[in-house]
Nanobody, 123 residues
Framework: QLQASGGGLVQVGGSLRLSCAAY????????MGWFRQAPGKEREFVTS????????YYGDSVKGRFTIARDNAKNTVYLQMNSLKPEDTAVYYC??????????????????WGQGTQLTVSS
């Protein structure tokens, strides 16, 4: 079970960190990622990290602004978001899979989803 937290209301240019904690299991052997879904749009890939933390992927729209990290000892994955823009407004979902999550990963292949946390960036 994944539980995402840390969303909120932020002004343009601000920062926020999301967390995704795993309960009832270990994250260490799972690829992890963050996806987001804005109103009226499809869920899209944001970023992912391998189970060792050695490989990361980022969507083009967040490169250089967002950073994913994981702490396997705490069963937690983080998403640090800087220089936030209004177009970052969305519900953010963490995801876990028994394979490396990549930008091309099909949503239905993901093993587990968090419940989502809302980020609103105001201009």
């Amino acid at each position: 079970q994944l539980q995402a937290s840390g969303g909120g209301l932020v002004q343009v240019g601000g920062s926020l960190r999301l967390s995704c904690a795993a309960y009832g299991g270990l994250l260490s052997s799972y690829g992890m990622g963050w996806f987001r879904q804005a109103p009226g749009k499809e869920r899209e890939f944001v970023t992912s990290i391998s189970w060792t933390g050695g490989t990361t992927y980022y969507g083009d729209s967040v490169k250089g602004r967002f950073t994913i990290a994981r702490d396997n000892a705490k069963n937690t994955v983080y998403l640090q978001m800087n220089s936030l823009k209004p177009e970052d407004t969305a519900v953010y979902y963490c995801a876990a899979a028994r394979f490396p999550i990549r930008p091309t990963t099909v949503l239905s292949a993901v093993d587990s989803w968090g419940q989502g946390t809302q980020l609103t960036v105001s201009s």
